[in-house]
């Protein structure tokens, strides 16, 4: 029998958070199934993963192509995409449930809490409860019938925005649910520049994204704190 819930997360490198992750994956959705599509990792993040009772799928390295493989090997009806340093919020369960009791609601989103305080942190929490290719992402966590996301046609195997371009084929379909609770992701990724500089580079790479320059281009000049995007 299929499990009801595959969580897939890819991972590079994630083995101080992964495990905090799966743990939280495990405690919020009883009985789903973990998938860790790892992109080479050199630390203990596949020991880790395995030992925690999740499915290992290695994956060349890059955010799309490991969320590729990672889906392809889900077997649970409803896929939940989540980054290794997000986590799931307690009562996802409950939440998902009632939400994915309508069949209308075929795909949506996490709102966004970061593990850091401050005003700028909270504000660009608040955006996230709003649906526009501005404020919606992966690192709220996406949740899809596997059926549509089939018919979406997956994840692009890209190294940087195929949550935003699965998310912009989605609309044309349907609306972008928002789920009443919130997943807490790490805001390593703003220390270095402090979170308005780091802010206003990732509206610049989504601008040049939406204008057309291929994801390729932009991966080049984008370096994450995360090795997993």
């Known amino acids: 029998m299929n499990p009801p819930v595959s969580v ?12 905090a992750t799966l743990d939280r994956a495990r405690a919020a959705l009883p009985g789903c199934e973990l998938i860790v599509a790892d992109g080479g990792s050199t630390d203990a993040t596949v020991g880790l993963a395995a030992a925690r009772g999740a499915t ?14 990672g889906a392809a090997a889900a077997r649970g009806a409803l896929l939940v995409f989540l980054h290794a340093d997000t986590l799931l919020p ?57 059926e549509f996301y089939a018919a979406l046609g997956g994840f692009a195997p890209w190294p940087l925005f195929e949550d935003v371009d699965l998310l912009r084929r989605a609309r044309r379909r349907t609306r972008i649910h928002s789920f009443p609770a919130a997943v807490t992701t790490s805001a390593r990724r703003f220390h270095r520049g402090g979170p308005v500089r780091q802010q206003l580079r990732n509206g610049w ?10 994801p390729e281009t932009l991966a080049a000049s984008y370096r994450p704190e995360s090795p997993s995007g």
Do not use: N
């Not at 897939?8 to 495990?19: H, N, Q, T």
């Not at 009632?98 to 909270?122: C, E, H, N, Q, S």
């Open 90 to 146: 307690p009562a996802a369960g409950p939440v998902l449930a009632r939400a994915f009791a309508d069949p209308a609601v075929k795909i949506g989103t996490f709102r966004l809490a970061f593990d850091a305080p401050g005003l700028w942190y909270r504000g660009f929490a608040w955006c996230s409860r709003f649906d526009s290719v501005c404020t919606r992402f992966g690192d709220q966590g996406i949740v899809v019938r596997r």
């Open 56 to 69: 290992i799928v290695s994956a060349p390295r890059g955010r799309g192509r490991q969320l590729v493989a």
């Open 205 to 214: 790479l989504l601008l040049r994204f939406l204008a057309g320059t291929s």
């Open 8 to 19: 897939v997360i890819p991972a590079l490198d994630e083995a101080a958070r992964l495990g």
